[in-house]
């Protein structure tokens, strides 16, 4: 049974009926199809407001991601965080909505710079357990009045509650960008990421794909991105041959993870102290790529590997985003944390509505 | 302003709270004095005053936990303090409240420039975290302009911002972990020096939860690297809109500045009085500062020269030398001091859309007309985060009165053009009966289950952030 409400009302009364558990889903690109019955948000679409000389954006929850991102090209602007486009590495069909989006907190490459999902996203509208609309945040960057729920729900896949508005901070598209590319292996790679962020050259995009090597973008003015992808140029040659590139697509592959698309194998993600992802990446073994300085790591392992164990010890966390091993997509939380995760669902969502997906991996084959 | 009476039957219990406080904390670390507990009696909003029953300072997260088990047994509040220079009253104690305050706490845990982090105790104030970096050229970004004084606990509590957080981003943007101590002494680890965890964002719901969800004791920040130079320019205007317009294109020009501060006349007047920074005689200036090298801070501000050009600004002054940088920031820096100088004043923080600016600088200009009080206005306009200082006389009966209800009127100015009560000050006892202005019962709702989750009892800090009436049951179960 899917549901797919026009209004937010619609939606929050739909809630209020539901006799028990549901799933949610905006474009399916990532969530497995519902086991039960769903709620498909894409009827909740379109944007209330944007202005671009505030750089800020409200758009509703179920709008297609691309729909999104032409509105702010039309007027030279962007998402900072970068979303990807996972289709291809995750072998799916759809229309990835900006919820989902938000649901899963998806950032990009210029996470390293400008932040997550989260860091953007400021202020949300969303239907709970009870079939209530709860308003936080706003449309303006800095609010502190009362607690961070926006935060709270980013990242929040559709276990509190079901979203419905989300206000982004948004950034100008930068005039010029270019990529220093210095040929390490990827073991020497996670040295060279950092030796590059912890300049004063303002990198926007730190990754290491096998067969290039690091990869270290700037972005901004043209004179700027000249002058300090030359100056890397120079600070990391003592690391490995250093040239330098403009070809934007680099960054549309790290983005969409494609250097890992097409592989056989499960697909895994670490997110760990950057420093150790090198080890990491040669207790695995197999198909790796780097993002975030070495913060972001992916992996294509064997079918029902449990990459997790194979790479321990790291600093961080590990989730399986496809297949159906015998290791849980994510680790158990430590007891006190879940104590207050649980709490916290039971509190928005009493009757365990958003409980549709709890038990299954909500992943693809 | 009200707070709930004390409990009688916590009062009559002192003795027997603080002797067992004293069994389980060294003897140096709980004070009862009341000499000694007067100095824990407000923050900076010190308008407002009350000793605590007590004072603990412990010196490690084990000491915080056994006195919050403790208080959490007797089922007496307790107020976190950092460094108490709380605007809003956030660190301000009630009389059957144990002040516990994490001054003592104040190492350095662990650095490290390839994973670009610190970790922290959370008694260390904001400077002294960068000041443990700055040798090998990195720096903790969030800058309040407290930052000698307040502590990172209270930069936590309060999600504060700082000078440069257009382009940095406030705390919860450079926060990677905490150690969190809840009221019934439970000692939870969020975060940790790597991007994401999985599981619900609970680290970004801790921070600016304003001390009522738990106690901070440790915190692991990002630092950046130091930029290679900075430059301030000014630009002068003879009209607040045309000084509007121009922030809102500087900013759809993409181009990024760290800070662009806005300040209208009545306040260039009363620093210029003060400070003599030399500022032109108009009526609304700016003072926008890019980073980089040398050629690239040229690159920016030839830009902005073009983009305030189109303005007819009365003038552009840009810094040819370290002097001319210190003079351009001088009268911005004195701005709260020079305030103090003439008057008493009050300092709000509302944040409005940036391109209400206009009209919300007119409408306080009537509003402030109306009261009989001066207000001038002196705020980082690129993110719409407004400080508006209402000028008033502490000694004058009624004045302080009519101050709060003039600044009142202008904050929900703010959430009527579509934004917020406040912007990087926190809500503490200051804001709370104005919350139901911006929130609907049920997002205020939504928010106090999120507090019953981390402290069922309402123990901690209980007082502040929802208006009295909507915080009653749950206080008094
Ligand atoms: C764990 C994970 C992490 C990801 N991280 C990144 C990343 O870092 N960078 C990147 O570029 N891409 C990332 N993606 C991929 C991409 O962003 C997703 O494919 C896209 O967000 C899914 O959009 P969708 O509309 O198809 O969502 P679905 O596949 O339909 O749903 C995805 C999840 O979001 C929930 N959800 C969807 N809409 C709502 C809503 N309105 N309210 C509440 N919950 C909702 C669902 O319940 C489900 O849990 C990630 C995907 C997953 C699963
Ligand atoms: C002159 C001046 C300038 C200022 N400038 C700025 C500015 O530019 N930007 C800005 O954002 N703010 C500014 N402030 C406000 C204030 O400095 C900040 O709110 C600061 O973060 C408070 O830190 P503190 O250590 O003094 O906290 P306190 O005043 O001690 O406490 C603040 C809040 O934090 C809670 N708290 C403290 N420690 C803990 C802990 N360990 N665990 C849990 N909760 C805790 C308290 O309960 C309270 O609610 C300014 C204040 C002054 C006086």
Redesign the pocket.
């Known amino acids: 049974m899917s549901h797919r409400p026009e209004t937010e009302a619609e939606l929050a009364q739909l809630v209020r009926d539901l006799p028990g558990p549901v799933?949610?889903?905006?474009?399916?690109?990532?969530?497995g199809p519902a086991a039960g019955p769903e709620i498909r948000?894409g009827g909740l679409s379109g944007v209330v407001l944007y202005e671009p000389a505030a750089l800020t954006l409200v758009v509703r929850?179920?709008t297609p991601?691309s729909q999104v991102e032409a509105v702010l090209a039309a007027e030279g602007q962007r998402l900072p965080f970068?979303?990807?486009?996972?289709?291809a590495v995750?072998g799916?069909e759809?229309?990835?909505?900006i919820?989902?989006?938000?649901?899963?907190?998806?950032?990009?490459p210029r996470r390293v710079q400008a932040g997550a999902c989260r860091d953007s996203l400021i202020g949300v509208r969303?239907i709970d357990g009870r079939g209530d609309v709860i308003a936080n945040g706003g449309r303006v960057m800095k609010n502190v009045t009362g607690y961070d729920l926006v935060k709270l729900m980013a990242g929040?896949?559709?276990?509190v509650?079901?979203?419905?508005e989300l206000s982004f901070k948004v950034q100008p598209i930068a005039p010029a960008q270019a990529t220093v590319i210095v040929d390490v292996p990827v073991g020497a790679a996670p040295a060279v990421l950092s030796a590059a962020l912890g300049s004063p050259f303002d990198v926007t995009g730190a990754a290491w794909v096998a067969g290039q090597g690091a990869l270290l973008r700037v972005e901004g003015l043209p004179g700027s991105v000249a002058y300090r992808s030359k100056e890397l140029q120079n600070l990391l040659s003592a690391l490995g041959a250093a040239r330098i590139e403009d070809d934007a697509a680099i960054w549309t592959a790290v983005?969409d993870v494609a250097p890992l698309a097409g592989l056989p194998g499960d697909l895994w993600?670490f997110h760990l102290r950057p420093s150790q992802a090198g080890a990491v990446a040669a207790r695995i073994g197999g198909a790796v790529m780097l993002d975030w300085g070495g913060g972001c790591l992916w992996a294509r392992v064997p079918r029902g590997v449990d990459a997790r164990a194979i790479a321990a010890p790291f600093d961080g966390h590990a989730?399986r985003?496809s297949g159906t091993g015998l290791a849980p997509a994510d680790p158990p939380e430590p007891q006190a944390v879940a104590r207050i995760t649980d709490g916290l669902r039971a509190a928005f969502d009493p009757r365990g509505i958003f409980s549709g997906?709890a038990d299954a991996d909500?992943l693809y084959p | 302003m009200e707070m709930p009476p004390p409990d009688p039957a916590i009062l009559s219990r002192k003795d027997q709270i603080v002797a067992g406080l004293r069994a389980i904390l060294p003897a140096d670390a709980v004070i009862d004095d009341p000499v000694e507990t007067r100095a824990y009696e407000c923050d900076a909003l010190s308008a407002y005053r009350c000793p605590p029953l007590a004072v603990v300072l412990p010196r490690s997260t084990a000491e915080v936990a056994a006195a919050l088990r403790f208080c959490h047994e007797q089922r007496v509040p307790v107020v976190p303090r950092g460094a108490g220079t709380s605007l809003a009253g956030g660190s301000m104690p009630t009389a059957d409240s144990v002040v516990l305050g994490v001054a003592r706490m104040t190492s350095v845990l662990e650095v490290d420039y390839a994973d670009r982090f610190i970790r922290v105790e959370a008694g260390r104030t904001n400077l002294s975290v960068t000041g443990a970096v700055e040798s090998a050229g990195f720096f903790y970004a969030p800058d309040p302009s407290s930052q000698l004084a307040c502590a990172i606990s209270g930069n936590i509590a309060m999600n504060s911002g700082g000078a440069h957080c257009l382009k940095y981003g406030v705390t919860t943007n450079n926060l990677l972990g905490v150690t969190l101590v809840q009221m019934d002494g439970t000692v939870v680890t969020l975060g940790g020096p790597f991007t994401e965890s999985g599981g619900l964002d609970l680290l970004g719901l801790v921070c600016g939860s304003e001390g009522q969800l738990g106690v901070v004791t440790e915190a692991t920040l990002r630092i950046l690297p130091k930029p290679e130079g900075a430059r301030p320019v000014l630009i002068a205007f003879s009209a607040n809109d045309i000084a509007g317009a121009c922030v809102a294109d500087i900013i759809r020009a993409g181009i990024l500045p760290v800070a662009i501060e806005f300040m209208d006349r009545p306040c260039i007047r009363a620093t210029e009085a003060f400070a003599q920074a030399g500022y032109p005689d108009c009526e609304a200036l700016l003072i926008v500062e890019v980073e980089g090298s040398a050629p690239e801070i040229d690159e920016q501000i030839a830009l902005i020269r073009q983009i305030a050009a189109r303005h007819t600004p009365i003038e552009f002054r840009e810094a040819r030398s370290e002097d001319e940088a210190r003079r351009i920031w001088l009268g911005r820096k004195a701005a709260f001091g020079a305030m103090g100088q003439i008057n008493d004043y009050m300092c709000l923080d509302g944040t409005i859309p940036v391109s209400a600016l206009p009209e919300v600088l007119r409408r306080i200009g009537e509003l402030s007309r109306e009261a009989g009080l001066e207000v001038a206005n002196v705020f980082h306009a690129g993110d719409g985060n407004m400080h508006p200082l209402i000028l008033y006389n502490a000694n004058t009966p009624g004045d302080l009165e009519r101050c709060e209800r003039l600044g009142a009127e202008i904050l929900k100015l703010c959430v009527e053009v579509g934004g917020c009560l406040t912007g990087e000050h926190g809500v503490g006892v200051e804001k709370r009966d104005l919350m139901r202005v911006q929130f609907r019962p049920a997002d205020l709702e939504a928010q106090m289950r999120v507090k019953d989750v981390f402290d069922p009892r309402w123990l901690l800090n209980p007082a502040k952030v929802f208006p009295l009436d909507a915080s009653a049951a749950r206080r008094a179960a």
């Open positions: 799933s949610v889903r905006g474009g399916a690109t990532r969530a948000t929850a179920g991601l970068e979303p990807g486009d996972w289709r995750l799916t759809g229309t990835s909505t919820g989902g989006v938000v649901a899963e907190n998806a950032s990009g969303f929040s896949r559709g276990r509650g079901v979203l419905t983005r993600r989730r985003m997906d909500v």
